[in-house]
């Protein structure tokens, strides 16, 4: 069964910071991973997606790499701003899931004027 | 065009009542998915439909949720009845396969709190 963690749970940075949020999984057989941000009482919003044969993917300020053979994915965020503050949810498609994605537990991220 | 639509966006009943949650899905999408999101975590499938037939629902409570998706469009996911534990956020989303991808596109959710 897959598991999908966030670390850490909660982030606070002043604004201009560089910040790094890492996502882990148990099982390396997916087809992609997938980077979302959630502001308080809105859905999901998609930010980057990963497949397993790319080692990272930018859009903008985000980058977020991909390592599959040792389950790891992290989001970097340059340059953070205050509209920046959400949680920002890691998910992964197993190979042998369907379409189904896998969650992790989120990171809060709060950036501070 | 258009994104995932929900309604109600916020919902309050007593424990032991009914309610239901409507979700209209991006045109074109033939997967539509129903998550629960309780308050500090991460979205969990309940239930996955390919046009209107169930494709997983082994998240799904059986006994007391059910969901239908009629003509492959818009569907319903209903609660009866309520227990405490079921307040928690109702997200739907819906995605087509592009290029071998499947992408979802979330709706705002449903807040459902059960007193």
């Known amino acids: 069964k897959q598991e999908v963690t966030q670390i850490p749970a909660a982030l606070s940075v002043p604004e201009g910071e560089n910040l790094v949020l890492n996502c882990s999984f148990t099982?390396?057989?997916?087809?992609?991973l997938q980077w979302f941000r959630q502001d308080p009482g809105k859905g999901l919003t998609s930010l980057l997606l990963?497949?397993?044969?790319?080692r990272e993917q930018t859009s903008g300020r985000l980058n977020a790499s991909l390592d599959k053979s040792s389950g790891r994915s992290t989001l970097y965020i340059a340059a953070s701003q205050p509209g920046d503050s959400a949680t920002y949810l890691c998910a992964v498609r197993g190979e042998t899931s369907g379409s189904r994605l896998t969650f992790g537990e989120g990171t809060q991220l709060t950036v501070n004027p | 065009e258009a994104g995932v639509a929900q309604s109600p966006r916020y919902k309050i009943i007593e424990k032991r009542q009914s309610v239901a949650f409507w979700c209209n899905p991006i045109?074109?999408?033939?997967?539509l998915y129903w998550y629960q999101q309780i308050l500090g975590q991460g979205p969990k499938l309940l239930i996955q439909f390919q046009n209107n037939g169930v494709v997983d629902d082994s998240q799904l409570p059986k006994d007391r949720f059910s969901a239908e998706r009629l003509k492959g469009v818009d569907s319903t996911l209903k609660i009866q009845p309520a227990k405490l534990e079921d307040s928690a956020v109702y997200l739907c989303a819906s995605s087509r396969m592009t290029g071998g991808i499947y992408e979802q596109y979330f709706g705002p959710g449903t807040r459902l709190t059960v007193t």
């Open positions: 045109s074109g999408h033939a997967t």
């Open positions: 099982d390396s057989a997916i087809y992609n």
């Open positions: 990963i497949q397993s044969s790319q």
